[in-house]
Nanobody, 123 residues
Framework: QVQLVESGGGLVQTGGSLRLACTVS????????MGWYRQAPGKQRELVAD???????NYADSVKGRFTISMDNAKKSVYLQMNSLKPEDTAVYYC?????????????????WGKGTLVTVSS
């Protein structure tokens, strides 16, 4: 079973910074990809940023130049450094992972989600 635990959310003023962290645990053969999604009140969940195991990154246009995603494979963790935060960044941020599970009975990719961490940016 794969579990994700997020940390780092909170309240910050416009222009401030926060750093989110997420660690994946379980019987994991390898991490394929990890990322962050967010969901604001009344809106659909959207991709913020993701990163593959070889370091390729992808960002939503709305956060390019302000947010930076990074991964520490040894710690099985992904981080999201958020700078120049805006009120429109207010949302619940969810960590996502796609990992490969290999056992005597299966070899498959598994998608998992964290419970979310709230980021509130005050104006």
């Amino acid at each position: 079973q794969v579990q994700l635990v997020e940390s780092g959310g909170g309240l910050v003023q416009t222009g401030g910074s926060l750093r989110l962290a997420c660690t994946v645990s379980g019987t994991i053969f390898e991490i394929n990809e990890m990322g962050w999604y967010r969901q604001a009140p009344g809106k659909q969940r959207e991709l913020v940023a993701d990163i593959t195991s070889d370091g390729s990154t992808n960002y939503a246009d709305s956060v390019k130049g302000r947010f930076t995603i990074s991964m520490d494979n040894a710690k099985k963790s992904v981080y999201l450094q958020m700078n120049s935060l805006k009120p429109e960044d207010t949302a619940v941020y969810y960590c996502y992972s796609e990992v490969r599970i290999v056992t005597d009975y299966e070899d498959s990719d598994v998608d998992s989600w964290g419970k979310g961490t709230l980021v509130t940016v005050s104006s």
